[in-house]
T-cell receptor, first 115, second 114 residues
């Protein structure tokens, strides 16, 4: 069974540009989560999808971030326009059920560098 | 609000030593879940263990063991006879009853020297 995959593994963009990160969850996992870790800080929750619906987006930092999960399969996270403080590692995770009852499986992350 | 504290930012041991990674949590939920993840140099977070708040039994898996103490809000992780391959960043995380997110500690970087 394939794990959670993320693309790209690394992205370097200039301030003001747009970047789209992609996450493919484990097949059959209805729950998909985005987290990020900015330099020197903890891994922080961004949002949670159940199938194609946003269940909780309380962690999204501002309206420059837009997440979608069309058809309840893969998800994209767009940052537009990117700012320097958006640099960090963006992790995607998926689970069969809710975060507590079922473990979340994480992808390798996308390292975003905004210059 | 939930909070996870991993006071040890970095630990260095020599191979075959035992090492304990500390994790202290705060939550108002009566039902909650605790996790440990390992992040090797390749970057992905590898799931190690999940415990729920009603199960305080300690768990052992090979060289790994976990000590859950509700009285002190701690969920410590011990590696016995450490090996170089254990070198990684280890994260403790807390999941609440709502089940929609994990709250992570800052991580502990473990370096095992040969």
């Amino acid at each position: 069974e394939a794990g959670v995959t993320q693309f790209p593994s690394h992205s370097v963009i200039e301030k003001g540009q747009t970047v789209t990160l992609r996450c493919d969850p484990i097949s059959g996992h209805d729950n998909l989560y985005w987290y990020r870790r900015v330099m020197g800080k903890e891994i922080k929750f961004l949002l949670h999808f159940v199938k194609e619906s946003k269940q909780d987006e309380s962690g999204m930092p501002n309206n420059r971030f837009l997440a979608e999960r069309t058809g309840g399969t893969y998800s994209t996270l767009k940052v537009q326009p990117a700012e320097l403080e958006d640099s960090g590692v963006y992790f995607c995770a998926s689970s069969r059920g809710l975060a507590g009852v079922y473990e979340q499986y994480f992808g390798p992350g996308t390292r975003l560098t905004v210059t | 609000a939930q909070k996870v504290t991993q006071a040890q930012t970095e630990i260095s041991v020599v191979e075959k030593e035992d090492v304990t990674l500390d994790c202290v949590y705060e939550t108002r939920d009566t039902t909650y879940y605790l996790f440990w993840y390992k992040q090797p140099p390749s970057g992905e977070l590898v799931f190690l263990i999940r415990r729920n708040s009603f199960d305080e039994q300690n768990e052992i898996s090979g060289r790994y063991s976990w000590n859950f103490q509700k009285s002190t809000s701690s969920f410590n992780f011990t590696i016995t006879a450490s090996q170089v391959v254990d070198s990684a960043v280890y994260f403790c995380a807390l999941g609440g009853a709502a089940g929609n997110m994990l709250t992570f500690g800052g991580g502990t970087r473990l370096m095992v020297k040969p």
